[in-house]
């Protein structure tokens, strides 16, 4: 009992210092709670809503296979259910919308049909299988175009205008994050629409009665998926066989995996700062009350208690705050965690929310904020229980005063006296001293690494949008075109010029790797899409061989010199080997460049190309818009201002996460600043009294205060810029990806505005130590002796 009344005595004593440390255990627990809980939570209504949808392991593409192949596919070892269908791409014309949209017309299963990639409806109703003329759309494209059951949209087939009827609105597990291919780091519903169609409607508007052209697969429990796709490619070889993709490799379940990779990071390295800096204060504080505590132990000791209770007194303490902490951090924790949850879920559209409370999670946080506090004061509390109590009761022998180094001696007297006595503190106390530095370090290097992602994504798109493409436009063609097309096309008044562009599928393979995405085929004089090497210096494509993206180079391992095989994933075309002649740094996509001569004469796309790159004229892009809307050969165009606000669009949710991100690390610099300065003037309160009593004004005294924390901060904004560099290496290279190579990239400003957010914080957190000073009672406290 008497112990008990202690400890809270002791807490109200150094109630500041205690608030502070527990704001900290609360901010380290909720931060990994709400990401552990928003990374459990994601994953699990991914995972339910991919098996509830029965979402393919393989997708196999083909060129016009005939539909017997769905049967000989199922009967395959391994194979649970087969889908075979019909999936296009066509250009489609909507009412209220400036430019051409890509349109992807997938059909869906017949009553007899595994339903594989199953829909689950938002809104209106299913098809009738035998219905023709009418269709689902995705949720993302419905809300983005203010579409409802009973509109009408319009592709165009073949130049013909075909209509359908909205049905219902869906969500696909095929595109829970909506991209039209892995070479793209996001797409907007604007440009891009998936409409699912019944297989009588595929077949009117295609003509494909009797065949397919893609399998979705999915695998029985424990099937090896390495040997059934080897069963299927064998399968499939004679009937137009393209590729296939796995599961891993579809672009929405990737982009999904990336977050889930992001989160599961931020729920280990952030929390992990907070409850370090936390353990630093409480081993100060702790030292602190233990050496201010000796007679009350002396006499504790005296009256019969035990070595191990006084220990147990002590780690009570730590077990207070960090259970205080947990208690506070885990329920905000869980109420970030379901916000975040619903965010992720909209953003992904992700159709089976899970929120649950993840026991092992709240262990988890319980077992850190617990266990981090009890630790840290573990040294002070075998350091109390160790004392005799004839020991106790007395004051504690100073140490040896030395002679000092001379290189500090002659520092000293070289110094002034208000710089002198802040210096001499921090040297009578170094392991306050380094871990306020460590302290104000972990809280610079954490504004450092959000704001790197910033950096990073500026860097970006600057990079692509200002650097790399040089046009205003992008024409695409329904299929390939004769180059007589660029000339066309640079005869429209709107138009200043044009170049044209053939792009191909491909799977480059070295060795026993293989990578499949776009082989490019440039003009050698190419102005308007720009190549350069890591180093920063332009290259134009070579008929010396080809030019790899740094992140296909990733992939597949080539180097400069290396002579890797070129396989088209259209049937029919030879494949190729070809010298890598160098890298190239894009920052978005992958590809591999050639001239374009050499890709039409090597792929037998004579005199052909796939797009048109133009630069418009002042205020010719709506009229490039209205011209392209009605030529049936034009797939739809690509706006680089629209492209750019896309992605831009796409970045709000990480820029999001830097803000909060900004103010934890000034919350955990003022409370580091905070703990310091305040167990130091309590330490030092006789000192700064009589410095009052001999004339020195109270303003000059505080100033004393602020010299010591700038002295402090200087070394641990220096350190921080370091660990932050670090760190925001570490971060980069977890979320590049073949869609987007991120680089480690932190520009002046960061650190500018970073240092000035901690200096901000710190000067903050001094103004309760220096109001104390100002209401110093010199008379009382030059009485006070430890």
């Known amino acids: 009992m008497v112990l ?7 807490i109200l004593g150094y109630k500041g210092q205690f608030i502070a440390v527990t704001v900290m255990i609360v901010l380290g627990v909720a931060l990994f709670s709400a990401s552990y809980l928003s990374f459990a939570n994601l ?29 000989r596919a199922r009967r395959l070892p391994g194979v649970d259910k087969v889908l075979g269908r019909i999936s296009r791409d066509v250009p489609m014309d909507l009412a209220g919308s400036e430019r051409r949209l890509t349109a ?26 035998n219905s023709i003329g009418e269709t689902l759309i995705l949720k993302e494209f419905a809300e983005f175009h203010e579409l409802q059951p009973g509109d009408r949209v319009e592709p165009i087939i073949d130049g013909i205008r075909r209509e359908l009827t909205v049905r219902g609105v869906v969500i696909s597990p095929e595109y829970l994050y909506l991209l039209q291919d892995r070479q793209q780091m996001a797409t907007s519903p604007r440009d891009f629409g998936v409409f699912f169609v019944t297989r009588a409607t595929a077949d009117e508007f295609f003509g494909t009665a009797g065949t397919i052209d893609q399998l979705a697969v999915t695998l029985q429990p ?39 990779q992001g989160l599961s990071e931020l729920g280990v390295m952030f929390p992990a700062l907070f409850l370090g800096v936390a353990a630093m204060i409480i081993v100060v504080l702790m030292a602190r009350i233990v050496k201010r505590q000796r007679s009350e132990i002396g006499l504790l000791r005296a009256l019969g208690y035990p070595r191990a209770q006084i220990t147990r007194h002590y780690l009570s303490f730590g077990f207070l705050i960090g259970s205080t902490g947990a208690a506070v951090g885990l329920p905000v924790g869980y109420a970030l965690s379901v916000a975040m949850t619903r965010v992720y879920a909209e953003f992904f559209s992700i159709p089976y929310l899970s929120s649950a ?8 946080g319980i077992a850190l904020g617990v266990g981090s506090c009890t630790l840290a004061v573990l040294q002070a509390a075998r350091r109390a229980a160790r004392l005799t109590p004839a020991e106790a009761m007395r004051p504690e022998a100073p140490s040896a005063p030395g002679t000092g180094s001379p290189a500090r001696i002659a520092l000293l007297r070289q110094l002034k006296l208000l710089w002198k006595i802040p210096v001499r503190s921090i040297m009578r106390t170094p392991w306050r001293s380094v871990f306020t530095v460590l302290g104000i370090a972990v809280a610079l290097s954490l504004l450092v690494v959000s704001g790197s992602f910033y950096d990073a994504f500026e860097v970006i798109i600057g990079r692509y949008f200002d650097k790399i493409i ?56 190419a102005e308007m899409y720009r190549l350069y090497e890591p180093g920063g210096n332009r290259v134009q494509v070579t008929t010396a061989g080809i ?94 201002a629209a492209a ?53 004004d109270k303003r000059r005294v505080g100033g004393l205060l602020g010299r010591e924390t700038l002295i402090l901060a200087v070394p641990g904004l220096i350190f921080g810029v370091g660990i932050g560099r670090l760190l925001a290496g570490v971060f980069a290279a977890s979320y590049s990806s073949d869609v987007m190579t991120l680089s480690a990239v932190v520009l002046p400003r960061t650190y500018l505005w970073s240092a000035l957010a901690i200096m901000a914080a710190a000067v903050f957190a001094l103004l309760p130590s220096i109001r104390r000073i100002y209401r110093i009672n010199v008379a009382e406290a030059a009485k006070y002796r430890e």
Not at 49 to 68: C, H, I, K, Q, W
Not at 507 to 524: A, D, M, S, V
């Open 4 to 10: 008990s009344r202690k400890i809270w005595r002791d």
């Open 104 to 129: 992807r017309l997938v059909s869906l299963p017949g009553p007899k049909d595994d339903r594989v990639n199953d829909l689950h409806l938002v809104r209106g109703s299913r098809l009738d299988q």
């Open 222 to 260: 424990g099937a090896r998926e390495e040997t059934v796709k080897e069963a299927l490619q064998e399968l499939c070889r004679g009937y137009g066989y393209r590729r296939i993709m796995e599961r891993d490799q579809q672009p929405s379940y990737s982009a999904l995996n990336m977050e889930l």
């Open 43 to 71: 994953k699990t209504s991914a995972e339910e809503s991919y098996e509830r949808l029965n979402f393919a392991d393989l997708t196999v593409y083909l060129a016009g296979a005939p539909d017997t192949l769905v049967e």
């Open 470 to 525: 040089a046009y205003d436009a992008r024409v695409n063609f329904t299929s390939p075109l004769s180059m007589n097309v660029v000339g066309e096309v640079e005869g429209w008044p709107e138009v200043a010029r044009a170049e044209p562009v053939l792009e191909l599928p491909v799977r480059f393979r070295l060795g026993g790797r293989e990578y499949e995405t776009i082989l490019t085929g440039l003009p050698r004089d």
């Open 357 to 364: 409370v993840h026991p092992a999670v709240q262990v988890t």
């Open 644 to 696: 750019r606000e896309d992605i831009e669009k796409w970045l709000g949710l990480a820029y999001a996460f830097i803000g909060i991100m900004v103010l934890f690390g000034m919350a955990l610099g003022g409370a580091i600043v905070y703990s310091i300065t305040s167990i130091n003037t309590m330490e030092r309160l006789p000192e700064l009294a009589t410095l009052c009593l001999i004339g020195m």
């Open 547 to 640: 030019l790899l993206s740094t992140s296909v180079q990733r992939e597949i391992g080539a180097v400069p010199g290396d002579t890797i095989v070129i396989e088209p994933l259209f049937p029919g075309l030879p494949a190729t080997r070809v010298k890598v002649a160098g890298l190239v740094d894009l920052p978005v996509g992958s590809a591999g460049f050639l001239p374009l001569r050499d890709v039409q004469t090597l792929f037998r796309q004579n005199n052909a190309v796939t797009a048109v790159m133009v630069r418009t004229r002042a205020g010719g892009i709506d009229a490039l818009r209205n011209r392209t809307s009605e030529l049936s050969t034009v797939a739809g165009i690509e706006e680089a």
